[in-house]
């Protein structure tokens, strides 16, 4: 992770008018095989998982796969704010000379979560819906929430290649990003 004081606008475009935030995800390492897994549960029914695995591919070449899940189930009585998410990301690394690297990335990531969560009646409150209803901190907004969800999709390719000079690195970026987004929250009863 990298801090970068801004403004930022000439090297990481026009909408960068404050500081800028860099996170660089790990690179596969030639000649190395490398992994690691973790599990995680809680309540609700919460199950987590991530898995990293880096394995050499010649003596040139290298890959690099991370997966992980997140998975729990709804925090409120309607059936609101269960999550199901998913991400992975293989990367792939070529490193015919000390000169020259092309560093080849693919990724996905899905974001699922059952409606929006929260309590719509506090206590003594002067809402009309609310009026006759008891006081339930886990009531959720009402109503039956399985149909509403929150969806977000976010997947890309991208592709850097490095030739180092005397005088310096030339670098290429090409990237290409997909991003969906469907709301289909309930707020109101």
């Known amino acids: 992770v990298e801090s970068v004081r801004g403004p930022q606008g000439t090297l990481y475009g026009r909408n960068a008018t404050g500081d800028a935030l860099n996170i660089s995800t790990a690179r596969p390492k030639l000649g190395e095989v490398d992994a690691s897994a973790a599990v995680t549960a809680g309540n609700y029914s919460a199950i987590g998982s991530q898995l ?9 070449s290298a890959l690099r796969v991370a997966a992980a899940n997140d998975k729990h189930d709804p925090y409120f009585n309607d059936g609101s704010q269960g ?9 792939w690394l070529y490193q015919p000379s000390e000169r020259f690297d092309v560093l080849a990335t693919v990724d996905f990531a899905k974001k ?13 409150s002067a809402y009309a819906a609310c009026a006759g209803l008891p006081d339930d901190p886990y009531a959720g907004y009402g109503g039956d929430q ?14 850097e290649m490095n030739f180092r000079t005397d005088p310096g690195v030339l670098t290429s970026i090409t990237n290409y990003r997909d991003y969906e987004i469907d709301n289909t929250w309930v707020w109101d009863f």
Do not use: M
Request: charged content about 15%; some cysteine; hydrophobic content about 25%.
């Open 52 to 60: 990293v695995l880096n394995v050499p591919v010649g003596d040139r």
């Open 83 to 91: 999550a199901e998410n998913y991400a992975g990301r293989v990367r």
């Open 112 to 124: 699922h979560h059952q409606g929006q969560g929260s309590s719509y009646c506090p206590p003594n």
């Open 146 to 159: 399985t149909n509403a969800h929150f969806n977000i999709k976010n997947s890309g390719a991208y592709a």
